[in-house]
Nanobody
């Protein structure tokens, strides 16, 4: 069973960095494609970054390319999102997700993952 728990959110100033982590307590997520989504009030949840099961392919939305890095440590059942040069538009609840279908990372530009954590709040102030 996939149980995803996010951590690392907080209040930061624009330009700062933050690292989000996601632990899969069920220990099965390491066999799945995984990703980070975010959502702000009144907007749909959007993919931020995705990574394939083995980590060979990654996907980022244009607004975070060059600033965010997704990575996974299968030995620790963790997924990370290193965020740098944060700006106020990055303010959102960030969700960790996993998908057993194991498509390539680019699929999740439009495809949705099946398993979700409860989210961690990131607030960036100017």
């Amino acid at each position: 069973q996939v149980q995803l728990v996010e951590s690392g959110g907080g209040l930061v100033q624009a330009g700062d960095s933050l690292r989000l982590s996601c632990e899969d307590l069920g220990g099965t997520g390491s066999r799945y494609a995984m990703g980070w989504y975010r959502q702000t009030p009144g907007k749909e949840r959007e993919i931020v970054a995705a990574i394939s099961r083995i980590g060979g392919s990654t996907y980022y939305i244009d607004s975070v390319k060059g600033r965010f890095t997704i990575s996974r440590d299968s030995t620790k059942n963790t997924l990370n999102l290193q965020m740098t040069s944060l700006n106020t538009e990055d303010t959102a609840v960030y969700y960790c997700a996993a998908d057993e279908r194991n498509y390539g990372a680019d699929y999740y530009a439009r495809g949705i993952m099946h398993y979700w954590g409860k989210g961690t709040l990131v607030i960036v102030f100017s």
